[in-house]
């Protein structure tokens, strides 16, 4: 079993619809937890980030960890057909300096 | 903006080929990852470094690949021989210091043939 579980979709939404993307973890030492986005055939973009518990808001994003489920979501308000991308959760401890990712959620936004 | 530097971005080569991946970090960054991401996957750690010391290579196979970051800036990354299962993006990312953000570059996307 992985690390760190995401339904790798795709998602289909149309315009301005709210999106949520979700990610289980398994270590309990994940203190770090991260989304990026992903263009194809470009690299990561870093678009949220939170450390421990509790909710991140910036813009039409909203970051929310729940260590005691052990589970992750990104919310996108108002979607966009530019918001069409792979979207990756990541995560990692405080020992390891290196992220442990998520397989990916591709998410399409329909015009 | 500062940005990660990749180079080249797209390398088509034979199986039993050497090939090499460029990587030039964010001015100032310290530490340096290589990630692969296999296609439909999330990225998976290659090696890290801490200027010009290796401080992780446990996931990397050390038989075919090989990382180095001389003067602890720019870093290369090489496959000798390349595999039919080496085909995916090489992706390089840098931190400043004791920062959690990784800043990733665009990638080199391998194909072995």
């Not at chain 1, 990610?23 to 980030?49: D, H, I, V």
Request: charged share 20%.
């Amino acid at each position: 079993q992985k690390e760190v579980e995401q339904d790798p979709g795709p998602l289909s939404v149309p315009e301005g619809a709210i999106v949520s993307l979700n990610c289980t973890y398994s270590n309990s030492a994940f203190q770090y937890f991260m989304w990026y986005r992903q263009y194809s055939r470009k690299g990561p973009e870093l678009l949220m980030y939170t450390y421990s518990s509790g909710n991140k808001e910036d813009g039409r994003f909203t970051a929310q960890v729940d260590k005691s489920s052990k589970y992750i979501s990104l919310f996108i308000r108002d979607s966009q057909p530019s918001d069409s991308a792979t979207y990756l959760c990541a995560m990692k401890d405080t020992g390891r300096r290196a992220l442990t990712f998520g397989s990916g959620t591709r998410l399409q936004v329909q015009p | 903006e500062a940005e990660v530097a990749q180079s080249p971005r797209y390398k088509i080569t034979e199986k039993s080929q050497a090939v090499a991946f460029w990587c030039d970090p964010i001015s100032g960054h310290a530490t340096l990852y290589w990630y692969r991401q296999i296609l439909g996957q999330g990225p998976e750690l290659l090696v890290q470094f801490q200027d010009e010391s290796v401080v992780d290579d446990s996931q990397l196979p050390k038989d075919r690949f090989s990382a180095e970051r001389l003067k602890g800036v720019d870093s290369t990354l090489k496959i000798q021989p390349a595999e039919l299962g080496d085909s995916a993006m090489y992706l390089c990312a840098s931190t400043l210091g004791s920062q959690e953000t990784q800043y990733f570059g665009p990638g080199t996307r391998l194909l072995v043939l």
